[in-house]
């Protein structure tokens, strides 16, 4: 199984910056897809940008340009550096790992506990 933590949300002016991280865990052996999801009150959850382990980079038309998603293989961890934050950005930001391979075979779609984004006018 894969344990995500994120970590790097909070409070900031609209126009700011916050770097967002997401460090997995637990017993594995590769990790797939990395992407950070959002969801505010009465919404679906969205994609707002992944990452393959090879580097190749997806984003949500409303973030590009704004945000970049990273990752480090060597660490577990994605990270996603979002500039010029507007107040729809706010949201509960959730880390996701699409599939992944285990001791036990392979596993799939494990979320974190979610990091909360506001941003203030």
């Known amino acids: 199984q894969v344990q995500l933590v994120e970590s790097g949300g909070g409070l900031v002016q609209a126009g700011g910056s916050l770097r967002l991280s997401c460090a997995a865990s637990?017993?594995?052996?590769?990790?797939?897809?990395m992407g950070w999801y959002r969801q505010t009150p009465g919404s679906q959850r969205e994609l707002v940008a992944d990452?393959?382990?090879?580097?190749?980079?997806s984003y949500a038309d409303a973030v590009k340009g704004r945000f970049t998603i990273s990752r480090d293989n060597a660490k577990n961890t994605v990270y996603l550096q979002m500039n010029s934050l507007k107040p729809e950005d706010t949201a509960v930001y959730y880390c996701?790992?699409?599939?992944?391979?285990?001791?036990?075979?392979?596993?799939?779609?494990?979320w974190g506990q979610g990091t909360q984004v506001t941003v203030s006018s």
């Open positions: 637990g017993r594995f052996f590769t990790i797939g897809l």
């Open positions: 996701n790992v699409d599939r992944f391979t285990t001791p036990r075979g392979p596993g799939y779609d494990s």
């Open positions: 990452i393959t382990s090879g580097g190749s980079q």
